[in-house]
């Protein structure tokens, strides 16, 4: 008996330190990841890095169109997905009756945000790009990157929904409030911190996106900033592929640069996101 | 009559309540259509990606049989001569990749949630939360990079000095660490819905917290577990830039990590690089590979969310 209950609680302490390791392994690489672009990158980025155009010089290679091309993309996409995506949290959270039909919309949003990123980039390009003759636009990768996280946007701004407090509602209704005058003026405020939340971080996945965007027909090689929704554009994750591509082993360096960036904004994106959890937070 | 019928669809898409409260006030009615309209977007992006998918592939079977397409071991679409379009290298490029990843992910993702459930101290998880928030906003391209300098040359070569440049293990690696915070938190979450009660019947049982793990939350919460695995290899499967980047574009038949290979993305990736002509058979080539691609991620996902609904336990 005894022996059986020192073998038992042997067991459940080998697997506390083996489960540990486990948990260890993922920050040792996330360690190792973040050193290792940062001490790269920082070796060959200097003020014209981010100055200069795309240059068959490494030296000279800098990511303004990439930085520009981004900046276009995403702050074009920023009020198509924001407005389509918390309009359809509304209409299935306040107003879709519990129906076969409904089941089926919410079940078809679970299951396209699961589809491979790249399928967006070939329905962006047969749809925007061809058939609605937009071309290679940023208009173009706009509408594509926004298809590709509705589907994250709509998820989460449905939880923010759900979780007001009943009472909110019922205190609008009580005092005589229309059900849109109680969504637009009580529920949406009040949930407006977590929708924002998730939206941010849409944004960022949006920024890191690289593959439907190769595959719409991005640029690779661009020397020019866009002017329009119209131009065709780069963006800093094409980049940062094309430089890992290229055989020159100083583009090495320039690709961990490019990634510097990159990461430093998305950190700052997701410190944003934390900060308006933890500043709002229903505690 | 017309009237009735009208009513009948109207039911259909907005509830009776709202209906009523309608009929005191028109702003309410336009709303309804306006949202309707946003939510009618999703259904248009799935039913978009349907017709392409197939109507493009369509022109590429009236030219390659689809038995030909799914039985062939030959995937040479883009060099003269000898064109062959067998799908099989693309398809085990992408399964060992996958395979690759979820013998990472599985292991370490079930036994750091279990970990954090289980083991932890509050504290200890408040500080993990975010760094695995941290790890799953880091860019594919960037994993990919970090997969083709870094994992390749100073880990992987030391211990496999026939590595080669570009290869399947690294790009398995990374792909794994890519997916690790999706399996972590869906697990995390499957262990958490699981009562307190249940957990606390174990303990006083006199179970070690392994036991409590192994024999009562995890069984517990498998349903959500599971969901979680299938829903991280659909993601690995769908993965494109890493692949692109650290896996090579040589599509070969091999169960060699050491050697290059192709996805069934990273040839779509490369297709689209190259300036294939609108309309020739290796440009329709993309949206045959894309179909079967989506088919086996849907199918993945729709089996997840199956086991979800039908092995949940409910708690009462």
């Given at each position: 008996?005894?022996?059986?209950?020192?073998?038992?609680?042997?067991?459940?302490?080998?697997?506390?330190?083996?489960?540990?390791?486990?948990?260890?392994?993922?920050?040792?690489?996330?360690a190792a990841l973040i050193f290792d672009i940062f001490s790269k990158g920082f070796i060959m980025m200097d003020w014209g890095f981010f100055t200069n155009f795309d240059s068959r010089f490494p030296e000279k290679a800098g990511i303004k169109a990439g930085l520009f091309g981004t900046l276009y993309v995403i702050g074009l996409m920023i009020p198509i997905t924001f407005i389509t995506g918390t309009a359809t949290a509304i209409y299935l959270e306040e107003y879709a009756p519990k129906n076969k039909l409904t089941d089926l919309i919410k079940l078809n949003i679970a299951n396209l945000a699961g589809i491979p990123s790249i399928i967006y980039g070939?329905?962006?390009?047969?749809?925007?790009?061809?058939?609605?003759?937009?071309?290679?636009?940023?208009?173009?990768?706009?509408?594509?990157?926004?298809?590709?996280?509705?589907?994250?946007?709509?998820?989460?701004?449905?939880?923010?929904?759900?979780?007001?407090?009943?009472?909110?509602?019922?205190?609008?209704?009580?005092?005589?409030?229309?059900?849109?005058?109680?969504?637009?003026?009580?529920?949406?405020?009040?949930?407006?911190?977590?929708?924002?939340?998730?939206?941010?971080?849409?944004?960022?996945?949006?920024?890191?996106?690289?593959?439907?965007?190769?595959?719409?027909?991005?640029?690779?090689?661009?020397?020019?900033?866009?002017?329009?929704?119209?131009?065709?554009?780069?963006?800093?994750?094409?980049?940062?592929?094309?430089?890992?591509?290229?055989?020159?082993?100083?583009?090495?360096?320039?690709?961990?640069?490019?990634?510097?960036?990159?990461?430093?904004?998305?950190?700052?994106?997701?410190?944003?996101?934390?900060?308006?959890?933890?500043?709002?937070?229903?505690? | 009559?017309?009237?009735?019928?009208?009513?009948?669809?109207?039911?259909?898409?907005?509830?009776?309540?709202?209906?009523?409260?309608?009929?005191?006030?028109?702003?309410?009615?336009?709303?309804?259509?306006?949202?309707?309209?946003?939510?009618?977007?999703?259904?248009?992006?799935?039913?978009?990606?349907?017709?392409?998918?197939?109507?493009?592939?369509?022109?590429?079977?009236?030219?390659?049989?689809?038995?030909?397409?799914?039985?062939?071991?030959?995937?040479?679409?883009?060099?003269?001569?000898?064109?062959?379009?067998?799908?099989?290298?693309?398809?085990?490029?992408?399964?060992?990749?996958?395979?690759?990843?979820?013998?990472?992910?599985?292991?370490?993702?079930?036994?750091?949630?279990?970990?954090?459930?289980?083991?932890?101290?509050?504290?200890?998880?408040?500080?993990?939360?975010?760094?695995?928030?941290?790890?799953?906003?880091?860019?594919?391209?960037?994993?990919?990079?970090?997969?083709?300098?870094?994992?390749?040359?100073?880990?992987?070569?030391?211990?496999?000095?026939?590595?080669?440049?570009?290869?399947?293990?690294?790009?398995?690696?990374?792909?794994?660490?890519?997916?690790?915070?999706?399996?972590?938190?869906?697990?995390?979450?499957?262990?958490?819905?699981?009562?307190?009660?249940?957990?606390?019947?174990?303990?006083?049982?006199?179970?070690?917290?392994?036991?409590?793990?192994?024999?009562?939350?995890?069984?517990?919460?498998?349903?959500?577990?599971?969901?979680?695995?299938?829903?991280?290899?659909?993601?690995?499967?769908?993965?494109?830039?890493?692949?692109?980047?650290?896996?090579?574009?040589?599509?070969?038949?091999?169960?060699?990590?050491?050697?290059?290979?192709?996805?069934?993305?990273?040839?779509?990736?490369?297709?689209?690089?190259?300036?294939?002509?609108?309309?020739?058979?290796?440009?329709?080539?993309?949206?045959?590979?894309?179909?079967?691609?989506?088919?086996?991620?849907?199918?993945?996902?729709?089996?997840?969310?199956?086991?979800?609904?039908?092995?949940?336990?409910?708690?009462?």
């Amino acid at each position: 008996m005894s022996d059986l209950h020192k073998r038992r609680k042997r067991t459940d302490k080998i697997f506390k330190v083996v489960f540990l390791i486990f948990i260890g392994l993922a920050l040792v690489v996330l360690a190792a990841l973040i050193f290792d672009i940062f001490s790269k990158g920082f070796i060959m980025m200097d003020w014209g890095f981010f100055t200069n155009f795309d240059s068959r010089f490494p030296e000279k290679a800098g990511i303004k169109a990439g930085l520009f091309g981004t900046l276009y993309v995403i702050g074009l996409m920023i009020p198509i997905t924001f407005i389509t995506g918390t309009a359809t949290a509304i209409y299935l959270e306040e107003y879709a009756p519990k129906n076969k039909l409904t089941d089926l919309i919410k079940l078809n949003i679970a299951n396209l945000a699961g589809i491979p990123s790249i399928i967006y980039g070939m329905l962006g390009l047969a749809v925007f790009v061809r058939t609605l003759g937009l071309g290679r636009s940023v208009l173009a990768g706009s509408l594509t990157l926004s298809l590709l996280v509705l589907p994250v946007v709509i998820v989460s701004a449905q939880e923010a929904l759900r979780s007001v407090p009943k009472s909110l509602r019922n205190a609008s209704y009580g005092l005589g409030a229309n059900h849109w005058q109680t969504v637009y003026k009580v529920v949406l405020p009040s949930a407006l911190p977590s929708i924002m939340t998730g939206f941010i971080l849409a944004i960022s996945r949006a920024i890191g996106e690289t593959a439907p965007l190769i595959m719409m027909g991005a640029l690779t090689f661009v020397m020019f900033t866009p002017q329009g929704i119209m131009d065709s554009f780069t963006v800093m994750p094409i980049q940062i592929f094309n430089w890992t591509s290229l055989p020159k082993t100083e583009y090495e360096l320039v690709a961990a640069s490019g990634s510097v960036v990159l990461l430093l904004i998305l950190f700052a994106l997701n410190g944003l996101a934390t900060f308006i959890r933890y500043k709002f937070s229903r505690d | 009559m017309k009237n009735n019928k009208e009513s009948n669809w109207y039911s259909i898409l907005f509830d009776k309540k709202i209906r009523h409260m309608n009929s005191k006030s028109s702003q309410n009615n336009w709303v309804n259509y306006i949202l309707l309209l946003a939510t009618l977007i999703s259904v248009f992006t799935t039913v978009g990606i349907i017709v392409i998918l197939v109507s493009d592939s369509i022109h590429f079977f009236a030219e390659v049989s689809i038995i030909e397409f799914l039985t062939g071991i030959k995937w040479n679409p883009l060099i003269e001569p000898n064109k062959s379009y067998g799908v099989l290298p693309l398809v085990a490029g992408t399964m060992m990749i996958t395979l690759g990843s979820a013998l990472i992910a599985i292991p370490v993702g079930l036994g750091s949630a279990i970990y954090l459930t289980e083991y932890s101290s509050t504290r200890f998880r408040k500080i993990i939360k975010p760094i695995m928030e941290i790890l799953a906003g880091i860019p594919t391209v960037v994993y990919g990079y970090f997969a083709l300098t870094f994992i390749t040359p100073q880990i992987l070569e030391p211990i496999f000095p026939q590595i080669q440049t570009f290869n399947a293990l690294s790009a398995s690696i990374a792909v794994g660490i890519m997916i690790l915070p999706m399996v972590i938190s869906l697990s995390e979450d499957a262990l958490n819905s699981v009562p307190e009660s249940i957990r606390q019947g174990a303990y006083a049982m006199g179970s070690t917290r392994f036991e409590v793990a192994s024999k009562v939350m995890v069984p517990s919460a498998l349903s959500g577990i599971v969901s979680s695995f299938i829903l991280a290899i659909s993601r690995a499967i769908g993965e494109t830039m890493i692949v692109a980047i650290a896996a090579g574009m040589r599509p070969q038949l091999t169960a060699n990590f050491l050697k290059p290979v192709q996805t069934m993305t990273g040839y779509i990736v490369q297709v689209s690089l190259g300036d294939t002509p609108v309309g020739s058979l290796e440009y329709y080539s993309i949206f045959a590979v894309g179909l079967l691609l989506f088919l086996l991620t849907l199918s993945l996902n729709i089996i997840s969310q199956w086991i979800l609904m039908k092995y949940r336990e409910v708690y009462h």
